[in-house]
């Protein structure tokens, strides 16, 4: 599943049978001190749901810069597994 905002995680749950979801929305707390931003920064986050992928991308928002949150884009490579049809 793809889904602009990470906090989707709060509405999805085993029952959903969501292997991934991909989100951004974030910016990876565009600013950061000590590792602690105002929002979650990116990463592979596993929630009983599933995988959470978060992106940092690379934009900012209101504040025309970012301080130790980098910026990233993702390449995902989906592969079939051998036991598909």
Not at 4 to 25: E, F, R
């Amino acid at each position: 599943m793809i889904s602009h905002n990470p906090d989707i995680k709060y509405k999805l749950n085993k029952t959903h049978n969501i292997a991934y979801t991909v989100s951004g929305h974030t910016h990876g707390g565009q600013i950061r001190m000590f590792g602690f931003g105002i929002r979650e920064a990116g990463g592979v986050k596993k929630h009983p749901f599933g995988t959470l992928i978060i992106s940092n991308g690379y934009g900012t928002t209101q504040f025309p810069f970012r301080l130790a949150a980098r910026p990233d884009a993702l390449v995902l490579v989906l592969k079939r597994s051998k036991d598909s049809p």
